[in-house]
């Protein structure tokens, strides 16, 4: 990695956090969050489970 490209790098990670919040603030506004939800709960159960092995 060059220390020159930080910007390039710092703007594609800007870039793609704004376009994936916007995409899910338009995406939740008409629909219900029981499904983002149970992805959370399994995906937070998973990773306890490999935490603990």
Sequence with gaps: M????????A?????????SIRFLSRHFENRPLKPFAGCCVVGGAVSVVLVNR
Aim: aromatic residues 12%; hydrophobic residues 40%.
């Design 2 to 9: 060059s220390p020159h490209l930080g910007w390039l790098e």
């Design 11 to 19: 703007s594609v990670i800007g870039g793609s956090a704004y376009v």
